[in-house]
């Protein structure tokens, strides 16, 4: 899933700070080294880990203008009422409650794509 927010801010020109959760730290960590590894500057992609008191206050800090989280509903929630409360912010980006969203195209083969959703592959 971070993929999905990670690369369109750094083909966008921008520097991203990766909070992962504390169930999953590693991949945040593995992630950025593949990224370096593939020529993106060391500097672009900085993974911290943070309670959610310094996320917050990261969140609202004057030099954050965007931030994009996948997880839990109160997490989200808790990840909107800072954006909201920061000054000049200028995005957020929820997707919450569930896992492996996904677009079936009316060409779809519906029976196998069906199965495939259940078991939550990924194409």
Do not use: C, W
Not at 29 to 57: C, N, W, Y
Not at 86 to 115: H, I, S
């Amino acid at each position: 899933m971070s993929v999905n927010s990670v690369l369109p801010a750094l083909i966008a020109g921008n520097a991203v700070i990766f909070k992962p959760s504390p169930q999953t730290p590693l991949t945040a960590e593995r992630f950025a080294l593949a990224l370096t590894k593939a020529g993106v500057p060391a500097d672009a992609v900085q993974v911290i880990h943070m309670s959610p008191k310094l996320t917050a206050h990261a969140i609202q800090s004057p030099k954050i203008s965007f931030v994009s989280f996948t997880g839990s509903v109160a997490g989200g929630q808790a990840v909107e009422k800072a954006a909201v409360e920061a000054p000049g912010f200028t995005g957020v980006a929820l997707e919450l409650g569930g896992k492996d969203p996904a677009y079936v195209r009316p060409d779809a083969d519906l029976a196998y794509t069906a199965g495939e959703l259940v078991d939550g592959a990924m194409f």
